[in-house]
């Protein structure tokens, strides 16, 4: 399965994605904005993810089939980060 990205709009997960976004564009993941009030704060993450497809999802099965309660994180075969 492909990897995956989960992030928000929130400080955390932008500052996240200034950071970290090399790594997740790397090994092929899709990033999925998990929870944006509107179509700017989803532009806004987006403007900072340069190069990394995102995607606006509802997160809700797979994080909690996973156990996930937290964002940012990448999901990999490796295992997952945050």
């Not at 564009?25 to 340069?50: F, H, S």
């Amino acid at each position: 399965q492909r990897p995956r990205a989960r992030v928000a709009s929130d400080q955390p997960s932008r500052h996240w994605l200034a950071e970290k976004r090399e790594q997740p564009i790397r090994i092929g993941a899709v990033g999925l904005v998990v929870e944006a009030k509107d179509r700017q704060e989803v532009e806004a993450v987006l403007a900072i993810a340069e190069g990394l497809r995102l995607v606006p999802a509802s997160a809700e099965g797979f994080s909690t089939k996973l156990g996930l309660s937290h964002y940012p994180i990448l999901l990999s075969k490796e295992g997952w980060e945050q």
